[in-house]
């Protein structure tokens, strides 16, 4: 199964610059990396920009569409006022498959703001602690995941000591 996270950091260049990062844990084998995106936000930017990391996908399992619907809703939709209410309702019910509910879209609204960025991962195979070793420098938090519980408890407490 593809496990969706989310990791917010504190810059609008922070994704970007993890880019060749994942791309060395991914030659290691400590992850797959089944597709990704980035969005950034630099400040005095009035909207994020968004970008499908083509380079570090495998099959590129979710296209563009898929990503351009979710920074749409996560992003654009909902400065267009409550008459949309029911159709963003239907959309994001859309998104439940992979782990992405109402809370997951507004934890990552509120966390994602001018002068950051933020990296959006569907991965598989992931050996969580030696990602987290190869990480632990890195200035990131962990904003969502689908990841089973007891695996994201394990994400978390690793990358919360490093």
């Known amino acids: 199964m593809a496990h969706l996270t989310v990791l917010e950091f504190p810059t609008a260049d922070g994704a970007e610059r993890l880019e060749s990062k994942l791309s ?54 909902p400065i267009l006022g409550m008459a949309i209410g029911a159709a963003i309702g239907a959309l994001t019910a859309s998104f439940a498959d992979v782990g992405i509910d109402d809370n997951f879209i507004k934890r990552v609204r509120d966390e994602v703001t001018e002068g950051t960025s933020a990296l959006f991962l569907l991965t598989s195979n992931e050996v969580v602690e030696r990602i987290a070793e190869a990480l632990k420098n890195e200035d990131f938090k962990i904003l969502a995941t689908n990841l089973p519980k007891e695996q994201e408890d394990r994400l978390k407490e690793a990358f919360a000591h490093s």
């Open 24 to 77: 060395e844990l991914q030659q290691q084998h400590l992850l797959d990396i089944q597709d990704a995106a980035v969005v950034s936000w630099p400040k005095g930017a009035k909207k994020p920009k968004t970008r499908q990391l083509h380079n570090l996908s495998g099959l590129g399992a979710l296209d563009g569409a898929f990503w351009g619907l979710l920074f749409g809703i996560l992003f654009f939709i």
